[in-house]
């Protein structure tokens, strides 16, 4: 049997996720606005009938102090996924959630409640997105004048992490017994505190939800830096990684593949997806045509605001024309650095042109014989498990196009399912136990 290819759909509870003014684009062809629940639940059927792993949101708890973020809607404003998740679940039955939950601004304890309610609410379908937040923007709207430095917020997060795995594994397996011929609803002796003390976090415990079907949310993290990838290492089950290339694709697998392996851990156990946004039509003329229409639409000012953002850098200050270089930035470097590795005279400008629209052209646009071709080749040539594919226009039809298209051409290569088996997000993705389904570190 074939390798099968995992695929997500990517979205913010925004707008526009991350192509800009595609909240607007094809104008003529939009039903619902994203304030609208019809909206998103549309998006969720047609990804469960596109047979996808997962419905993820990305997230961020800062914002519109820019005024071009503002006046193109730059992921901007952005409304909460968690109350959002649940109603999508009522309306699906396999199709996967991942929610994007801070180690920096929730307490532990708040969120690994909040996630093994969520689990429930599913019927194991949650994922968390394991994030330590970027932006001072971010850290300002929680009392902080600043977020710690970028290692201490993995430092913090790892014990973050001991702490949850802790609290999903406060009940013993046979604790909860459910006996009304007695009366006897759960065992005392098998419910236990936790009694953590660590450097930054103090929680006694127990949990006080039930264990869930899947005893933890499936966890995802998406750190490119050399300390975001030792903690994926060690923590996450699925990484959400970017590359401009099968030579960048590879060196990051078997870096991941070595750190795994350091930390005890099986490679196969820790799943890669790549970013993203093939545009599919019928033929390819028509899909470069649609694919100029859509750059055309979006100011370099509008790019350039988007990639601050996700930099926590201001980028105006520079000269768009000139080689970026090896210039370092505090938000997101491994980002910048997927584009400055591949071509070190990369300038701003064409840096801008190829992160507003999530690709720079070539075999990720045309027939829907082409996309599946270069996917395909992609993971063979570059390793890892799949693709989490953003829209590049009106979601709703940007998925129901690849559903149409090229969906039934990956499965005529049995490379991708036509049916859903397993009924859980993590049986799903690899069939593993996380680190959170045994019992943690003392």
Not at 108 to 124: C, E, Q, S
Not at 402 to 431: C, F, S, W
């Amino acid at each position: 049997m074939k390798k099968q290819m995992h695929l997500t759909g990517f979205m913010i509870y925004c707008p526009a996720p991350h192509m800009i003014m595609s909240w607007v684009y094809p104008r003529e062809k939009i039903r619902h606005q994203w304030t609208e629940v019809e909206y998103w639940v549309e998006i969720a059927q047609t990804l469960e009938r596109g047979k996808f792993d997962l419905f993820f949101f990305a997230d961020g708890w800062g914002g519109g102090t820019n005024a071009a973020s503002v006046r193109y809607a730059i992921q901007f404003p952005n409304s909460d996924p968690l109350c959002l998740i649940p109603y999508l679940a009522a309306k699906t039955e396999k199709l996967g959630f991942g929610a994007t939950m801070s180690t920096t601004f929730y307490p532990p304890y708040m969120l690994a409640r909040k996630l093994a309610t969520l689990d429930h609410v599913t019927k194991g379908r949650i994922g968390w997105n394991i994030v330590s937040s970027i932006a001072k923007g971010e850290a300002r709207n929680f009392g902080m004048e600043d977020l710690p430095p970028h290692d201490e917020r993995y430092d913090r997060a790892d014990e973050y992490m001991e702490v949850c795995y802790q609290l999903w594994n406060s009940w013993d397996d046979d604790a909860l017994l459910m006996d009304m011929e007695n009366g006897i609803f759960a065992d005392p002796t098998k419910i236990h505190k936790i009694n953590f003390e660590g450097k930054w976090h103090k929680v006694q415990g127990p949990l006080t939800v039930i264990p869930s079907p899947q005893r933890s949310p499936y966890l995802f993290q998406a750190g490119q830096s050399d300390r975001g990838r030792e903690f994926a290492a060690k923590h996450a089950e699925c990484i959400f990684a970017a590359a401009t290339g099968t030579r960048q694709m590879r060196e990051f697998s078997d870096d991941i593949a070595a750190r795994c392996e350091r930390n005890g851990r099986n490679p196969e156990d820790l799943k890669i997806i790549w970013g993203a946004q093939p545009l599919v039509a019928e033929d390819e003329r028509e899909a470069q045509a649609r694919q100029r229409e859509i750059r055309e639409r979006i100011p370099l000012e509008a790019s350039l605001a988007l990639m601050s953002g996700h930099f926590n850098y201001d980028l105006n200050s520079l000269d768009i024309d000139k080689p970026v270089g090896d210039l370092k930035v505090p938000g997101t470097q491994g980002m910048l650095e997927a584009y400055t590795k591949s071509n070190p005279n990369i300038t701003l400008r064409e840096i801008a042109s190829s992160y507003l629209s999530g690709n720079d052209g070539g075999p990720m646009i045309g027939t829907a014989s082409q996309v599946a071709d270069h996917l395909i080749y992609l993971l063979e040539e570059g390793g890892g498990d799949g693709f989490q594919l953003t829209p590049s226009y009106y979601a709703p039809d940007y998925y129901a196009d690849l559903n149409r298209m090229l969906i039934p051409e990956l499965q005529k290569r049995g490379v991708y399912r036509t049916e859903y088996g397993e009924d859980t997000l993590r049986d799903r993705m690899n069939g593993r136990a996380s680190r959170a389904g045994m019992r943690a570190a003392e």
